[in-house]
């Protein structure tokens, strides 16, 4: 997971690697992300998240497709993979 | 609250205080424990991906946000550096401080520093993206490379 200064960076480091890119997500996006993700982190009757809350997580700030879906299709009801 | 529980959360202050991992000893030590019994914790944390151990077994690599390891990703706040797993724990780190401070990274292709000030209600204007190339459901599928 990392910082690029422009999608036209992102676009040409995945070029140079022969990968194909994810979403770019811009700054003010993840900051919105991080707040919710991590505010409660130190709380420490925070629960952790079901895969049903982290998949709402990511869509409350713009974040849908099956990029960002927590759970692989193979493992239905299994744990959350996003649970950090 | 389980004692699994209040492990956890002594790693986390620990981290917060001082930017530091904890070792179990020391976590021992903050709860009045015997280390014996926080070890047992230690392996349930890590079975629960709440830490990620270092190739000692023991020493903390992850901590999320926190990282135990010096990292090009940091975050610094009242004097202390803490170093954050990726780019997005960067901005983790004072989400979960609830307190401001300056980001450190650069851009993974240009090289370019990010220098990034992180006031309480978020970070300063900034054109830069974040990208991760796994998608979710393989974060932990090699978290390290995630």
Same mark, same amino acid.
């Given at each position: 997971m990392l910082f690029f200064r422009s999608e036209d960076d992102l676009q040409a480091w995945c070029r140079g690697r022969g990968v194909e890119s994810g979403p770019a997500v811009p700054v003010p996006q993840l900051w919105r992300l991080s707040r919710v993700w991590y505010?409660?982190?130190?709380?420490?009757?925070?629960p952790r998240r079901t895969p049903t809350e982290a998949r709402a997580i990511f869509a409350g700030v713009g974040l849908t497709g099956s990029f960002w879906d927590p759970v692989p299709c193979e493992e239905p009801d299994g744990d959350c993979r996003a649970l950090s | 609250m389980t004692f699994a529980t209040r492990v956890r959360t002594a790693i986390l202050e620990v981290f917060a205080e001082t930017g530091i991992a904890p070792s179990p000893a020391g976590v021992a030590e903050r709860l009045g424990s015997e280390v014996e019994p926080v070890l047992e914790a230690w392996d349930r944390l890590r079975e629960g991906r709440a830490i990620v151990s270092g190739e000692d077994g023991v =020493?903390?690599?992850?901590?999320n946000p926190f990282s135990g390891i010096p990292t090009e990703h940091t975050f610094e706040s009242a004097g202390v550096r803490y170093y954050a797993n990726c780019a997005w724990d960067a901005l983790g780190i004072p989400a979960a401080l609830g307190r401001g401070g300056t980001v450190g990274s650069r851009?993974?292709? =240009?090289g370019e520093p990010l220098r990034l000030e992180v006031a309480d209600d978020g970070p300063e204007p900034c054109g830069w993206v974040f990208h991760s190339l796994v998608p979710a459901a393989h974060w932990w599928d090699d978290i390290g490379f995630t």
């Open positions: 505010g409660s982190r130190l709380d420490p009757e925070a | =020493s903390i690599r992850m901590a851009c993974a292709h =240009s």
